[in-house]
């Protein structure tokens, strides 16, 4: 069989959306919805692109080389392909996103009810990565699992939650908060990252090419094609998501008008409009979102590790399962000080190679421009990753002052200079003799 029924599709996009669909992306729109206030959709906007779009565009990226890192990274060679390859795995999978999944929907979820305390968060990390274990153990029934089973209970969370959020407010469109009016739309392009989603592309891509080759489909065209249908499936889905905790964000100040995250504010909206039941529904729907995407990102690492290394896939989502489930205990304010440098350094280097790969058409040899323009973007991202983690004395000051460097995108125009010069380079070589 070479082709997937329409329900299957469907699933394959439900299970895509659920593995993109974690904590991050629930708790930062409606924070960023409350800041923007009147300018919520033009913060809206930005944040779609960074939080929809990108993702979107690495998950094509990856259909259209066959589904894997490897082959995304091909023409940096074969040893810093399998070093940026990796990075992103153990910053994505046991080191930060994994654990953070198990943390946050703790805090969510349980805690209001167990208490915020080392023992309860122990307890819980240990049940919630035996089910995720369980559930990553089997990689072929990843479609069944969670697209069939596990993401219509998330779905209909979400459309009780978004629909209130809609036709229920909690009060009229609030004040713009300073950050916000300037550049609303900046600003909520930069809150987009907070969603690691394009990492989370980088790694998932793997894993959704896998379930459609699970399901007989081995003919390379019909395997992006289907990817690529699975990857508009859940842009949709999240572009909804986003807009509607937007929307509640925004509408929600007089009744949350104190708080510092987004975890405050869904708290705040859903006892207000639902009372004790609201509380229960979030920890729901906050424990799938979270536990889907671990098992994604789970399922993913075993994928990556056991095909670059000699190890079974087993013997690898057994070990990243303990691994993240010791580091989550690490409690959430420790493990977010320590990811947001090692991730602000690697978004970058994320973002230029899935662009530099779709525009692979226009490179007469692609190692001429990749190589050069990825070590220009590792540069800025590890001064980056230095700034962010409380060492801004040792990074040039010169850096701080370049167009953009405000809004943590200084990168931006070195890189455009450096693919400009390596594109003039290539075309003057021109192309290798066959």
């Known amino acids: 069989m070479n082709h997937l029924k329409t329900v299957d599709v469907l699933a394959l996009g439900f299970m895509t959306f659920a593995l993109f669909l974690g904590a991050g992306n629930i708790i930062f729109p409606p924070s960023a919805g409350m800041a923007a206030g009147e300018a919520v959709w033009s913060a809206a906007l930005g944040f779609l692109i960074t939080g929809v779009g990108l993702p979107l565009l690495t998950v094509v990226a990856l259909a259209r080389v066959g589904g894997g890192m490897a082959q995304l990274t091909a023409p940096l060679g074969r040893r810093a392909g399998l070093l940026f390859a990796v990075a992103v795995y153990l910053a994505i999978g046991p080191l930060f996103a994994t654990p953070r999944t198990a943390v946050v929907s703790f805090e969510m979820g349980l805690a209001p009810f167990a208490g915020n305390q080392p023992l309860p968060l122990a307890l819980y990390s240990v049940v919630y990565f035996a089910v995720a274990l369980f559930l990553a153990l089997n990689p072929g029934r990843l479609l069944e699992r969670v697209g069939k089973l596990i993401t219509p209970i998330l779905i209909v969370g979400l459309l009780v939650l978004g629909g209130a959020a809609i036709f229920a407010p909690a009060g009229e469109v609030g004040t713009v908060a300073p950050d916000y009016q300037a550049a609303p739309l900046m600003q909520g392009f930069l809150q987009g990252y907070l969603t690691m989603d394009t990492l989370g592309a980088l790694v998932f891509g793997i894993v959704i090419a896998t379930a459609i080759r699970d399901h007989g489909v081995d003919m390379a065209h019909r395997v992006t094609r289907y990817s690529i249908m699975a990857a508009l499936i859940a842009a949709i889905g999240l572009a909804l998501v986003y807009l509607a905790l937007f929307r509640l964000g925004a509408t929600s100040q007089g009744i949350a008008g104190e708080a510092q995250n987004g975890v405050q504010i869904l708290t705040a909206y859903v006892q207000y409009t639902f009372g004790t039941p609201g509380s229960l529904l979030l920890a729901l729907v906050i424990t799938l979102a979270c536990l889907t995407t671990a098992v ?139």
């Open 296 to 434: 994604g990102l789970i399922a993913a690492c075993g994928e990556f590790f056991s095909s670059q290394f000699a190890l079974s896939y087993r013997t690898v989502v057994v070990v990243v399962s303990l691994f993240s489930l010791l580091v989550a205990n690490l409690g959430l304010t420790q493990l977010i000080s320590i990811s947001v440098p090692v991730l602000v350094g690697l978004y970058p280097l994320a973002i230029v190679l899935v662009l530099l790969s779709l525009a692979d058409g226009l490179w007469l040899h692609a190692p001429r421009v990749f190589v050069p323009v990825m070590a220009m973007t590792l540069v800025f991202g590890v001064a980056d990753g230095l700034a962010a983690a409380g060492f801004a004395a040792v990074v040039p000051g010169f850096l701080a002052r370049l167009p953009l460097a405000e809004h943590s995108l200084g990168w931006l125009l070195p890189v455009a200079l450096a693919l400009l010069l390596a594109v003039l380079y290539d075309r003057w070589q021109g192309r290798l003799p066959e």
